[in-house]
């Protein structure tokens, strides 16, 4: 309150200053003229005071003359002598009343002069000189009750003398009196003039100077408005202020509905807005933040880092394409006198950022991605993978010459997607053999894209644009990992020429280590075992076996032959399943190579009913194939056991890719199986 | 606060390492001297021991056996009003955090936390 009226004196001062002088300046003339009134009943009553010294001088002498006419009549002279009486008496009362009234000195010497006063003294001095002669011989005079003639005679004869003289200065001093009193008119007409005349002045000054300060204070106002409409329509992040009953402000900045994509009304409820604009949860932890916000106890500090509405995602239906999709909030308080009364809320579109760091954390995985692929490849003889990437190229290469150059035939098309299917999930092997995850992930959806054309007999050649562009991208990997090989290579500085000292165990370490990966993957345990003689050098059939056949017998009877930990338990077997690989070789030079496992071994019941589903064979066909002929089928492209396709098994490739490596090897693959028991593929190579 | 100046604190935490080092951070030289009056491993064994010594301070972790940490703050501040709870988290939501402030907790702090931030914290709380 205090303040309030000092800074309303501080802001006012010269107003409240004239308004007071205008106020004085009234009371003032207010003032004067009550003053004036009594200075003019003074006036009249001096002036009448003054008149009845002219008539009471009057009466007193026609009173003489009536006393000496009825003493010469010797008539009764009571009448004439109270007459007299009463003339001398007002008189004296007159004369006694004025020069007690003119003795004063003036209150106000500026309105009554006092020359003017003493001159009036004067004239009142002369008139008692010339009434004193008169009223010695008119005192005993009356004191008989039977006055002498002589006595009454020299009376009257003063009287006569006098009277005229005595009636001029009572005149003059009436004069004098009226005088006077219309110079004080005058002098206190001329102050009330001039006071109202400033009143006057002083009211155009504080019209003048407060219609000014009204209409600069207007265009400060306007200037203002003006600003802030500015600022308010040109920053870009939006602005609204939200009050301690949870609605919008009514000054908002113009983003506000571009960032929302939708308008945010003055006065709308805030908390039902985000409730349409986000997910409830957000919305609910919004909530308690702002009303932690409005609290006055909680510390900035714990605030700043409990704010829910950082990167929030908008609700997709609220989206549209040039809309944002991501928001940050951010709330400050507002507090007066201690108390928070709103929050200044600023709303910014963090689409971008968040993008931003998506990609980054993509190009971040990508990187750890390359880098597994580095320490994947480095775990191998670079000079073997190496080997794999220029024969993996130069096989896709002439593929891809074939695709090209591809004749508008019909009949060609089911084999080559055949062929390259064959030779693309071969590929996969060898590279998860080898730690090229890259290459056999890039194979595999290679495969993804072969499938659905394998079996159809209409292909043309525009069904195979796929095909061309997903081996362009496989090549292209295996492009990219053979440039790393290369620099791995060259660091080696060529050490790594040497061939290995125990090239059969290499391979078969490599092979363990292909196992445990496909078991990992598909959530198996498996032991790995090889009895295999050791061998100085390997004969380049069998290295051909290792590289190609046996990584996909592995493969298969880890995906077919294991079975999970649960079933294996369940049927009375350790958990963990055993793949045993051996290599024998007689006399003769024949390798006969065994793939075995101890998992459910073939069921001849399911491959039948698998060649009916998957339509390969009709029931009839099926029902006059003997067991043999239907494991036979399982060498057939096409044909899998398992229900779905995954990266270890399933597309029924693997055994298609096996006989047609150890055909052109001149080699025989055989199968033994037992339900429950085991699985065994035993591959036997005759010397060249 | 408590009407000496010796302040109790008790830590409730299932990490028994999460508990045995914010005692060793409380017993260091840069906090005013606490009294530890206990070590809970559960919003169960918390609110029991809560009951019994009345601590003025306490961490409290959110995700817990038994009794989780909102739960047990509610517990604790019906009986205890003036005790000041420091939510020592890994939730990264926010939304919980939120819950457990206004359900009575004073401070929050995520794990994993520095020394420094939990000394701060903790000094941030006694102010």
């Given amino acids: 309150m205090k303040t309030l009226l000092a800074s309303l004196f501080g802001k006012y001062r010269d107003l409240v200053l004239a308004i007071g002088i205008f106020l004085l300046l009234d009371a003032g003339v207010s003032a004067i003229n009550i003053y004036t009134s009594r200075q003019i009943e003074a006036d009249a009553s001096r002036i009448n005071a003054a008149g009845l010294l002219r008539t009471y001088a009057q009466q007193l002498t026609k009173g003489l003359l009536t006393l000496e006419m009825d003493l010469r009549n010797g008539q009764r002279t009571q009448s004439s002598l109270a007459e007299i009486s009463e003339a001398r008496l007002g008189?004296?009362?007159?004369?006694?009343?004025?020069?007690?009234?003119?003795?004063?000195?003036?209150?106000?010497?500026?309105?009554?002069?006092?020359?003017?006063?003493?001159?009036?003294?004067?004239?009142?001095?002369?008139?008692?000189?010339?009434?004193?002669?008169?009223?010695?011989?008119?005192?005993?005079?009356?004191?008989?009750?039977?006055?002498?003639?002589?006595?009454?005679?020299?009376?009257?004869?003063?009287?006569?003398t006098r009277n005229n003289r005595l009636t001029q200065q009572a005149d003059d001093l009436s004069e004098t009196l009226t005088e006077m009193a219309n110079k004080k008119t005058s002098t206190v007409r001329l102050i009330q003039a001039i006071?109202?005349?400033?009143?006057?002045?002083?009211?155009?000054?504080?019209?003048?100077?407060?219609?000014?300060?009204?209409?600069?204070?207007?265009?400060?106002?306007?200037?203002?408005?003006?600003?802030?409409?500015?600022?308010?329509?040109?920053?870009?992040?939006?602005?609204?202020?939200?009050?301690?009953?949870?609605?919008?402000?009514?000054?908002?900045?113009?983003?506000?509905?571009?960032?929302?994509?939708?308008?945010?009304?003055?006065?709308a409820d805030f908390l039902a807005f985000l409730g349409r604009l986000t997910s409830t949860a957000n919305a609910e932890a919004a909530r308690d933040y702002i009303d932690l916000l409005f609290n006055?106890?909680?510390?900035?500090?714990?605030?700043?880092?409990?704010?829910?509405?950082?990167?929030?995602?908008?609700?997709?239906?609220?989206?549209?394409?040039?809309?944002?999709?991501?928001?940050?909030?951010?709330?400050?308080?507002?507090?007066?006198?201690?108390?928070?009364?709103?929050?200044?809320?600023?709303?910014?579109?963090?689409?971008?950022?968040?993008?931003?760091?998506?990609?980054?954390?993509?190009?971040?995985?990508?990187?750890?991605?390359?880098?597994?692929?580095?320490?994947?490849i480095l775990d191998h003889n670079p000079h073997?993978?190496?080997?794999?990437?220029?024969?993996?190229?130069?096989?896709?290469?002439?593929?891809?010459?074939?695709?090209?150059?591809?004749?508008?035939?019909?009949?060609?098309?089911?084999?080559?997607?055949?062929?390259?299917?064959?030779?693309?999930?071969?590929?996969?092997?060898?590279?998860?053999?080898?730690?090229?995850?890259?290459?056999?992930?890039?194979?595999?959806?290679?495969?993804?894209?072969?499938?659905?054309?394998?079996?159809?007999?209409?292909?043309?050649?525009?069904?195979?644009?796929?095909?061309?562009?997903?081996?362009?991208?496989?090549?292209?990997?295996?492009?990219?990992?053979?440039?790393?090989?290369?620099?791995?290579?060259?660091?080696?500085?060529?050490?790594?020429?040497?061939?290995?000292?125990?090239?059969?165990?290499?391979?078969?370490?490599?092979?363990?280590?292909?196992?445990?990966?496909?078991?990992?993957?598909?959530?198996?345990?498996?032991?790995?075992?090889?009895?295999?003689?050791?061998?100085?050098?390997?004969?380049?059939?069998?290295?051909?076996?290792?590289?190609?056949?046996?990584?996909?017998?592995?493969?298969?009877?880890?995906?077919?032959g294991i079975e999970a930990p649960a079933d294996r338990l369940r049927h009375g077997k350790p958990a963990t399943g055993l793949v045993r690989v051996e290599l024998t070789s007689e006399a003769d030079g024949t390798l006969t190579m065994t793939i075995h496992d101890d998992g459910c071994g073939l069921s001849v019941e399911q491959l039948r009913g698998v060649l009916i589903e998957r339509e390969l064979y009709s029931p009839a066909e099926v029902a006059a194939l003997s067991d043999a002929q239907v494991i036979a089928t399982l060498f057939e492209a096409g044909v899998s056991s398992l229900d779905s396709a995954h990266q270890h098994a399933g597309r029924g490739d693997g055994l298609a890719v096996v006989k047609a490596a150890l055909r052109d090897l001149g080699g025989r693959l055989r199968v033994n199986s037992r339900a429950n028991s085991h699985t065994r593929f035993i591959m036997q190579i005759k010397p060249a | 606060m408590s009407l000496h100046n010796i302040l109790s604190m008790?830590?409730?935490?299932?990490?028994?390492?999460?508990?045995?080092?914010?005692?060793?951070?409380?017993?260091?030289?840069?906090?005013?001297?606490?009294?530890?009056?206990?070590?809970?491993?559960?919003?169960?064994?918390?609110?029991?021991?809560?009951?019994?010594?009345?601590?003025?301070?306490?961490?409290?972790?959110l995700t817990m056996p038994l009794l989780d940490g909102e739960a047990c703050i509610e517990r604790i501040i019906d009986f205890l009003p003036e005790t000041k709870i420091l939510v020592v988290s890994a939730l990264a939501d926010k939304a919980t955090a939120l819950r457990a402030i206004k359900k009575g907790a004073s401070g929050f702090l995520h794990k994993p936390f520095t020394d420094e931030e939990l000394l701060d914290s903790l000094l941030e709380l006694i102010d």
């Fill in chain 1, 91 to 160: 008189f004296d009362d007159a004369r006694l009343a004025l020069e007690k009234k003119l003795a004063q000195p003036s209150a106000l010497p500026l309105i009554e002069p006092e020359s003017l006063r003493q001159h009036a003294q004067e004239l009142l001095a002369s008139v008692v000189r010339t009434w004193e002669p008169i009223d010695r011989e008119v005192g005993p005079l009356i004191v008989n009750a039977d006055p002498d003639p002589e006595s009454a005679a020299r009376a009257v004869q003063k009287a006569v």
């Fill in chain 1, 195 to 267: 006071a109202i005349s400033l009143a006057f002045l002083n009211f155009a000054f504080i019209l003048f100077k407060f219609i000014g300060r009204l209409a600069a204070s207007d265009r400060q106002t306007a200037a203002a408005r003006e600003e802030t409409e500015r600022i308010l329509g040109s920053v870009r992040e939006g602005l609204f202020l939200l009050t301690s009953k949870r609605t919008v402000g009514g000054q908002r900045s113009q983003s506000l509905d571009r960032i929302f994509g939708q308008q945010l009304q003055p006065g």
């Fill in chain 1, 296 to 376: 006055k106890k909680m510390k900035q500090s714990l605030l700043e880092q409990l704010n829910p509405l950082v990167e929030i995602e908008l609700l997709a239906e609220q989206r549209t394409k040039k809309s944002p999709s991501y928001l940050t909030f951010e709330f400050n308080q507002i507090r007066e006198n201690g108390q928070v009364v709103a929050l200044l809320v600023t709303v910014f579109d963090v689409s971008q950022k968040v993008r931003l760091e998506h990609q980054l954390a993509g190009a971040e995985a990508r990187a750890d991605n390359e880098i597994a692929l580095l320490l994947g």
């Fill in chain 1, 384 to 560: 073997e993978v190496a080997d794999f990437l220029s024969r993996a190229r130069d096989t896709l290469q002439l593929i891809n010459g074939e695709l090209q150059s591809i004749q508008p035939l019909r009949q060609p098309y089911p084999q080559m997607v055949n062929r390259i299917a064959r030779i693309v999930h071969g590929l996969k092997g060898e590279a998860a053999t080898l730690g090229c995850s890259s290459i056999s992930r890039a194979a595999h959806a290679f495969e993804d894209i072969l499938q659905p054309l394998r079996g159809r007999n209409d292909l043309a050649g525009d069904d195979l644009i796929p095909v061309a562009v997903a081996l362009s991208t496989l090549l292209s990997e295996i492009v990219k990992v053979e440039a790393v090989v290369k620099r791995v290579q060259h660091f080696a500085g060529g050490k790594s020429d040497a061939p290995p000292p125990d090239p059969l165990g290499d391979s078969l370490r490599r092979i363990e280590q292909y196992a445990l990966r496909v078991a990992e993957d598909l959530n198996k345990q498996v032991r790995f075992e090889a009895a295999v003689p050791r061998l100085d050098h390997l004969p380049p059939a069998l290295a051909s076996v290792l590289r190609e056949a046996v990584p996909q017998l592995v493969r298969n009877a880890i995906a077919h």
């Fill in chain 2, 10 to 61: 008790m830590i409730v935490d299932d990490s028994m390492i999460i508990r045995n080092r914010i005692a060793r951070l409380v017993a260091g030289p840069t906090l005013p001297h606490i009294n530890i009056a206990g070590l809970a491993a559960n919003g169960e064994m918390a609110v029991e021991l809560a009951r019994d010594s009345r601590p003025d301070l306490i961490t409290m972790d």
